[in-house]
């Protein structure tokens, strides 16, 4: 059974930081996985915040999100970070982990079609 566990989210006020960390258990190889972070903000439709390949050498970033936020992973830790820097009110949302279908290409877009296995989210509130 596949178990997406995010953490680190919260309250912080515009211009702070966070950090969040995602782990994943139950996936025969983490490694094989394109990982995201999705985000749905009150009223709106869940969006692709960030994505990033099996190996970490590929990242896509929403335009919403570039140079503030860092997606980065441990494939020997089983873990995926997003790093969020600079936060505006408007990143206030849940952000949702997930693990994408292997084949699933992150080049230039994070679909949420491709996501195999969600997590269950964690509320990022930005305070202005």
């Known amino acids: 059974q596949v178990q997406v566990v995010e953490s680190g989210g919260g309250l912080v006020q515009a211009g702070g930081s966070l950090r969040l960390s995602c782990t994943a258990s139950g996936l025969l190889s983490f490694g094989a996985y394109p990982m995201g972070w999705f985000r749905q903000a009150p009223g709106k439709e869940r969006e692709g915040a960030s994505c990033?390949?099996?190996?970490?050498?590929?990242?896509y970033y929403a335009d919403a999100v570039k140079g503030r936020f860092t997606i980065s992973r441990d494939n020997a830790k089983r873990t995926l970070y997003l790093r969020m820097n600079s936060l505006q009110p408007e990143d206030t949302a849940v952000y949702y982990c997930?693990?994408?279908?292997?084949?699933?290409?992150?080049?230039?877009?994070?679909?949420?079609?491709?996501?195999?296995?969600w997590g269950q989210g964690t509320q990022v509130t930005v305070s202005s």
């Open positions: 990033i390949s099996r190996s970490g050498g590929t990242t």
């Open positions: 997930a693990a994408l279908a292997p084949l699933t290409v992150v080049a230039g877009n994070c679909p949420s079609t491709g996501v195999k296995y």
